[in-house]
């Protein structure tokens, strides 16, 4: 877990006037949880989308391993970008398909699979994995909003990434659910071996899981380290942040 998998470097990235990334600084070791924390709108997605070449970035460096993922031309930056997973807020699972077809979907358009029988192998080792395993079927708005963002991490864990991202993987559901995708992104972690960076305001469940947390305020870092080296934070916001988070628990 020592090696970088993922390196950030004086990252810069404004819309119009908007300076939302100000020279982010950040590495995230191979193998690991790492969560970014921070408050809203202080550019938490923006540096997401940036590291995985979704935004491009107006200044400074992103490497994944030893490739210099901001010097690369857009066609061999799309093939290193099969490396990397993401699972977005909102599942964002078609609809039209059934449950299997979505799945299915990035094996069929991005690795251009057509053999239907190691398919639909992989499709179903998928759905046991998540402990869903009779839904292939099913169409996405028949299934709970738990079960939708379990059938997005499985959409993006048939493409076995080496970086899966989670932005906000638990929004809009109760703490029983959400404890539930936690676990899953534990799981994806130490049973897979994919390290898993997630954006997340549930931050005691950011402490309790993750290797390193990163905090993120008006474009900067002001914080990283392990949870108990972030919990001793000498910056104000940082600390009130943390107290906050946690007294909610206590209410
Ligand atoms: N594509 C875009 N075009 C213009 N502005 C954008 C774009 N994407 C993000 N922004 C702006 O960047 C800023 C940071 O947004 P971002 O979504 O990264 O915040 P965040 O920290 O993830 O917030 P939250 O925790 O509420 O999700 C906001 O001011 C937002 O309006």
């Excluded at 590291?51 to 066609?75: C, H, S």
Aim: charged residues 25%; neutral net charge; contains cysteine.
């Amino acid at each position: 877990m020592d090696k970088p998998i993922v390196r950030v470097a004086d990252l810069y990235k404004a819309f119009g006037p908007n300076e939302v990334l100000k020279g982010v600084n950040l590495e995230i070791q191979e193998k690991s949880i790492c969560a970014i924390i921070g408050q809203s709108g202080t550019g938490k997605s923006v540096l997401f989308k940036s590291i995985i070449g979704m935004l491009t970035p107006d200044k400074g460096r992103v490497w994944f391993k030893d490739t210099e993922l901001t010097a690369l031309p857009k066609a061999e930056l799309m093939d290193i970008r099969k490396y990397f997973g993401y699972s977005f807020q909102n599942a964002a699972l078609f609809d039209s398909m059934t449950v299997g077809e979505n799945i299915e979907f990035p094996l069929r358009e991005v690795l251009h699979m057509k053999n239907k029988k190691e398919i639909k192998k992989k499709v179903t080792e998928m759905l046991e994995w998540i402990e869903l395993p009779d839904i292939a079927s099913k169409r996405p708005d028949e299934l709970s909003g738990g079960m939708r963002k379990r059938v997005g991490v499985a959409r993006s864990l048939v493409m076995r990434p080496e970086v899966l991202f989670f932005d906000e993987p638990t929004t809009g559901l109760d703490p029983v659910l959400s404890e539930t995708i936690y676990n899953l992104v534990v799981r994806v972690n130490k049973e897979l071996s994919i390290t898993c960076v997630l954006i997340t305001h549930d931050i005691p469940a950011a402490f309790r899981i993750s290797d390193k947390i990163a905090f993120l305020d008006q474009g900067c870092i002001i914080a990283d380290g392990t949870p108990g080296e972030v919990a001793q934070s000498d910056h104000a916001l940082v600390k009130d942040f943390i107290r906050l988070s946690f007294s909610e628990l206590a209410v």
